[in-house]
């Protein structure tokens, strides 16, 4: 089952990830995918705000570097698969050694490697509407999300 929600802006899409922020326990991965432009780190933005609201984090797409850490009592690592194309040689990197760890892990652009995504996750597809408006769909995947889709629910529709 999947859930839809729909933001009218980029102000919303920070709203519905601090919603989604505010359910993430140790372990959790959400996968991020949709094409350029579609709001992907603008929802992490809002997610890491809600993970942490009293600290201040710079958040920016991690396309460069790959991987981008957040520490906090949970910590965030966003990671930016857009550079890779899924090849032996990008098992280098780290992703799997990080997915399960003592944080949560932000993947944008996990459809680039699905062998990595664990089976236990909660997919988050964005898609462009308008140049602001984003629609964005979230399917559970595994009895951690299946079992928590009502909060996720609630989060969701409160966070616009």
Same mark, same amino acid.
């Given at each position: 089952?999947?859930?839809?929600?729909?933001?009218?802006?980029?102000?919303?899409?920070?709203?519905?990830?601090?919603?989604?922020?505010?359910?993430?326990?140790?372990?959790?991965?959400?996968?991020?995918?949709?094409?350029?432009? !579609?709001?992907?780190?603008?929802?992490?933005?809002?997610?890491?705000?809600?993970?942490?609201?009293?600290?201040?984090?710079?958040?920016?797409?991690?396309?460069?570097?790959?991987?981008?850490?957040?520490?906090? +009592?949970?910590?965030?690592?966003?990671?930016?698969?857009?550079?890779?194309?899924?090849? +032996?040689?990008?098992?280098?990197?780290?992703?799997?050694?990080?997915?399960?760890?003592?944080?949560?892990?932000?993947?944008?652009?996990?459809?680039?490697? +699905?062998?990595?995504?664990?089976?236990?996750?909660?997919?988050?597809?964005?898609?462009?509407?308008?140049?602001?408006?984003?629609?964005?769909?979230?399917?559970?995947?595994?009895?951690?999300?299946?079992?928590?889709?009502?909060?996720?629910?609630? !989060?969701?529709?409160?966070?616009?």
């Amino acid at each position: 089952m999947s859930l839809g929600v729909t933001s009218k802006n980029p102000g919303d899409t920070h709203r519905i990830g601090s919603a989604l922020g505010r359910l993430l326990r140790p372990g959790d991965v959400l996968c991020l995918m949709g094409p350029l432009g !579609a709001g992907k780190t603008c929802l992490v933005q809002g997610i890491v705000k809600g993970v942490h609201p009293e600290v201040s984090h710079p958040v920016r797409s991690p396309s460069f570097t790959l991987i981008s850490e957040y520490p906090g +009592p949970l910590p965030i690592y966003h990671i930016d698969l857009f550079r890779l194309e899924g090849g +032996p040689g990008d098992r280098e990197i780290g992703v799997e050694e990080l997915i399960g760890a003592d944080g949560c892990c932000l993947i944008e652009w996990a459809d680039r490697c +699905p062998q990595w995504m664990p089976p236990e996750r909660l997919d988050v597809e964005l898609a462009i509407v308008s140049p602001t408006e984003r629609s964005l769909r979230l399917t559970p995947r595994g009895s951690r999300w299946i079992r928590a889709e009502n909060k996720l629910r609630r !989060a969701i529709q409160g966070g616009v």
